[in-house]
């Protein structure tokens, strides 16, 4: 018995000295995630300051500022959204109250947003124009800024791991238990034992590790939680290089 | 010097986190090349008349450089770029903060300036010493 304490006491202090270094490249990505767009912000306002910049190009850097400042404020909300998970909260217990509101609109506003972060890459952010999305215009009864957030984050998913030229579309249609909207990207393959375990928390595929190193996995888990929480879902299904992640919004909360 | 010969070259794939600076270039006068991965940031340095190469080290390498990992292309591109045009000054603008790896940089005359952390006036007046080599920075 004596003998086991010292090894108990060993194995915990390797166990301890693993998580005090998972935690330190968590808060090391952390950190690279917010530096990049808040630099992005300080140099673009100090540009509207000088002379030597043109007053055209000074309007396309407030342009920039305001789609970086919208990064910013989804990837803070994120991490502020997780420790709230962690809680286990449910939607009646959040501050913001459920409202009316329409998914179409809320789909548009993003494909818009997210345009300058695709466009170095020459990757096209499109709300489809299908009938059944559009005239059917789903209003869902929801946390408004939870599913804001949903959509950011799957929009923003599609966007970053996108191939150069390529599209990345958002499209909705009805579906047996409610409405899909569905965000459909070709890029960075999904590998197919994949699908389900890019939803855990930290979690990031092997592909896309390897391109974007510095990504904090919390995206696709704090939507799907998000959704659940509406009684509804996120699904991914990837075929080849072409990866569908589906927000099934519940028929109990569409009108 | 002609608006051609006072060109600049901007390779990042987020090129909307140098825009700011893109923007000072072109209100000094320079001609601005902007380049989204490893094989056209080379690829311009062969072809045009590159006062300054200013690289991000995280984007795709590009068709060239098959055996380098995704996000391993600036550097690739700025070993390139040294070894093939030894005299064009390399700038190095990224968030990495891998001391062992600046230090690297710097013995190779490269100058590394930090994304998110270097004022716009300071990253330009370094890049024009760089150019204009009144200054050593490296």
């Known amino acids: 018995m004596t003998d086991s304490v010292p090894a108990r006491i060993k194995i915990l202090e390797a ?30 306002i100090e540009a509207l300051f000088d002379p030597d910049v043109s007053l055209k190009r000074k ?15 989804h990837l803070i909300k994120n991490f502020s959204l997780m420790s ?9 217990e959040t501050e913001e109250k459920p409202i009316m509101f329409d998914v179409y609109q809320l789909c548009t506003d993003y494909c818009k947003d997210f345009q300058p972060v695709g466009k170095p890459r020459e990757v096209a952010i499109l709300a489809n124009e299908s009938p059944s999305f559009r005239r059917g215009r789903p209003i869902f009864n929801g946390v408004k800024s939870l599913i804001a957030q949903v959509v950011y984050n799957l929009i923003e998913n599609a966007t970053k791991y996108a191939t150069p030229h390529s599209r990345v579309t958002v499209d909705g249609v009805p579906a047996p238990k409610g409405f899909d909207v569905r965000i459909t990207n070709s890029g960075i393959a999904v590998a197919a034992t994949e699908v389900e375990t890019i939803f855990e928390r930290g979690y990031r595929g092997q592909f896309a590790t390897a391109k974007h190193p510095a990504g904090t996995g919390l995206g696709l888990w704090i939507a799907r939680h998000l959704m659940r929480m509406h009684g509804g879902d996120v699904t991914a299904a990837a075929t080849g290089n072409t990866t569908v992640l589906s927000i099934h919004f519940p028929k109990e909360r569409l009108s | ?21 893109i923007a000072k270039a072109e209100g000094k006068g320079y001609r601005v090349l902007t380049a989204t991965n490893a094989t056209d940031a080379v690829r311009y340095c062969a072809k045009e008349p590159v006062l300054c190469a200013i690289v991000d080290i995280m984007m795709d390498p590009g068709p060239d450089f098959p055996d380098v990992a995704p996000h391993q292309g600036g550097l690739a591109a700025i070993e390139t770029i040294r070894k093939s045009f030894p005299k064009l000054p390399v700038i190095c603008h990224s968030v990495i903060s891998d001391r062992s790896l600046i230090a690297r940089l710097r013995a190779n005359e490269i100058l590394f300036i930090r994304k998110g952390e270097t004022t716009l006036q300071a990253a330009w007046t370094l890049i024009e010493a760089k150019i204009t080599g009144v200054q050593s920075f490296g």
């Not at chain 1, 500022?65 to 404020?73: A, T, Y």
């Not at chain 1, 709230?84 to 009646?92: F, L, M, P, T, Y």
């Open chain 2, 1 to 21: 010097m002609t608006k051609k010969e006072k060109t600049i070259l901007f390779a990042d794939d987020d090129w909307h986190l140098v825009e700011a600076l």
């Open chain 1, 59 to 73: 309007m396309v850097l407030t342009h920039s500022i305001r789609s970086q400042g919208n990064i910013l404020v």
């Open chain 1, 15 to 44: 166990q301890l000295a693993q998580v005090k270094k998972e935690r330190d490249e968590y808060l090391q990505n952390v950190s690279h995630q917010l530096t990049a767009p808040i630099g992005a912000i300080k140099m673009n």
């Open chain 1, 84 to 92: 709230r998970i962690d809680a286990g909260k449910s939607i009646e």
